[in-house]
């Protein structure tokens, strides 16, 4: 689907609960020293600006880090990561998974990023000049998920974080995690999905946890609507192989919720 720009949701709820989490997981994984490698099936630009008049309409940055940021510990790796991003490109500047991902990642590390829509993916790749560790691939994130694995270095995170516009999506994604986790079965699999009034995500969720995957973990998060016909009601992560320690993280993320 090469419809969904995600401008006009960066910063929101559903960001602040992913992002958050993202990093953690990432700061995790880069204090051992070893190389890692990291995934992303669904980019975005990286870099986003949250006076653009696409982020100001929607007035979800507003609703999510414009409220959130303050209740960020100023020591936590998500804290860390907006600070660099603000001092680097300035106050209204907002990092998207692979700038997040970019910024933690060490010389020796590789980070794979796949985007399909033409404008996004050469944002991207604008975006990701400066990091020479990061590979952009415009293809399907999907495909990459599969041919890109077991990559090289074969510790690491991958991030499957589709926009769901195609209802499909719920369908596939429990063979595609359990596909590469049996190529790839020391990775950290980290799935985004958002939660809607009528629940599609239930079915997936059913799937992935009667495939036993190992180190699962669910964490969601409940907040109201952004705005009046707003249908998201809250973001959901499973995470396969989840790192050591992250569900107590997980539960203080949730309690910015609150």
Do not use: C
Not at 25 to 30: P, Q, S
Not at 117 to 138: C, I, S, Y
Not at 180 to 185: I, L, Q, S, T
């Amino acid at each position: 689907m090469l419809s969904y720009q995600h401008l006009y949701h960066a910063g929101n709820l559903a960001d602040v609960h992913k992002h958050a989490l993202l990093a953690v997981a990432l700061d995790y994984l880069t204090r051992k020293d070893k190389p890692l490698s990291y995934l992303e099936t669904h980019a975005g630009r990286g870099l986003y600006r949250l006076d653009a008049p696409e982020a100001v309409k929607t007035g979800e940055a507003a609703e999510g880090i414009g409220r959130l940021a303050a209740r960020l510990p100023p020591d936590h790796p998500y804290a860390r990561r907006l600070a660099e991003v603000r001092a680097r490109f300035g106050a209204t500047a907002y990092p998207g998974s692979p700038l997040i991902a970019a910024l933690s990642l060490r010389p020796g590390d590789v980070a794979h990023l796949a985007e399909l829509h033409p404008q996004e993916h050469a944002a991207l790749e604008a975006a990701m000049a400066p990091f020479g560790l990061v590979r952009v691939h415009r293809e399907d994130g999907m495909q990459m998920a599969l041919s890109r694995t077991p990559p090289t270095p074969r510790r690491g995170l991958m991030l499957i974080d589709p926009s769901y516009e195609v209802k499909t999506d719920y369908d596939a994604l429990p063979g595609l995690i359990a596909a590469v986790h049996r190529k790839w079965n020391v990775g950290v699999l980290m799935l985004w999905y958002p939660i809607l009034p009528d629940a599609p995500h239930a079915p997936m969720l059913r799937a992935l946890q009667a495939a036993a995957l190992p180190g699962a973990l669910r964490h969601e998060v409940r907040f109201g609507p952004a705005r009046p016909g707003h249908r998201m009601l809250g973001s959901g992560l499973f995470l396969v192989n989840a790192p050591w320690g992250i569900e107590d993280e997980a539960k203080a993320i949730a309690r910015l919720f609150r």
